[in-house]
């Protein structure tokens, strides 16, 4: 005997009646949370985001690629509950800010917008500001792979734009990537020198500051002391590396 299966009427997730298309099921609300956390994960793997899994994701409740830069240090650190955890991951973050219109068009998971039609939009213009229906058609897009492209352009990217710290131009194009800066606050343990610090770190393309200006974006305290610039930094959202050797590492 044969017992009838069902197929769902409802997505799981977000109770929203499901819709064929063909012989699949579709869940075409927009604000699925597990459609977007999957866009968040997509988005993270195509930039190498390290250490932004979905386990993560999950624990940080982000829906939206935005999240990943615009959620303050203190949520992050109370979501992963690890100090080392959440240094890594914002290192991995900022890193990710630099990164040329190559990596960054297709992590948006826009239908039909990978790899290949970005490489070939690459041949054809120089930033995400020049890209209309003519310029898609001499880059060889295809009528449908267009339109998605130009859709998102009109309804999503104004907002990514205001948000997002890119600078959404192919590589060739980019402005120089700036470089994060680092300051040294009391003794180290991973050197015996704050001068080999100072070498390994302009090394790994970070610029190193005597003192805690505005512009710093990492505090390294491998001794624990609980200094005036550790205060600073902490209530300023300063990143606070604890392992300057792991740091640069990762």
């Avoid at 402005?175 to 302009?202: E, H, Q, W, Y």
């Avoid at 001794?223 to 740091?247: C, H, N, P, W, Y």
């Amino acid at each position: 005997m044969f017992q009838e299966i069902l197929p769902p009427t409802h997505c799981p997730s977000c109770d929203n009646a499901l819709d064929w298309v063909n012989d699949s099921l579709y869940c075409n609300n927009s604000l699925c949370p597990a459609q977007n956390s999957k866009a968040v994960e997509h988005f993270a793997k195509t930039m190498k985001i390290k250490g932004l899994g979905p386990a993560s994701i999950s624990k940080l409740k982000w829906q939206c690629p935005s999240d990943i830069y615009t959620t303050e240090r203190s949520s992050i650190l109370a979501s992963l509950g690890s100090e080392l955890v959440t240094n890594k991951l914002q290192g991995e973050i900022m890193n990710s800010r630099n990164a040329p219109l190559e990596f960054l068009l297709p992590a948006f998971g826009i239908p039909l917008i990978g790899n290949t039609a970005t490489r070939k939009l690459s041949e054809t213009i120089n930033s995400i500001f020049d890209l209309n229906a003519d310029t898609c058609e001499r880059a060889g897009l295809g009528p449908k792979a267009t339109s998605n492209l130009l859709d998102w352009c009109e309804q999503e990217l104004p907002y990514f734009l205001e948000v997002m710290p890119h600078y959404w131009e192919f590589s060739e194009n980019a402005m120089p990537a700036s470089k994060s800066t680092v300051c040294i606050s009391g003794r180290l343990k991973s050197f015996k020198s704050k001068a080999d610090a100072t070498n390994a770190l302009n090394a790994a393309g970070y610029e190193v500051k005597t003192s805690l200006t505005k512009q710093v974006d990492f505090l390294i305290n491998e001794g624990g002391t609980e200094s005036a610039k550790t205060r600073q930094a902490r209530d300023t959202g300063v990143t606070i590396v604890t392992d300057l050797r792991s740091f640069l590492e990762n």
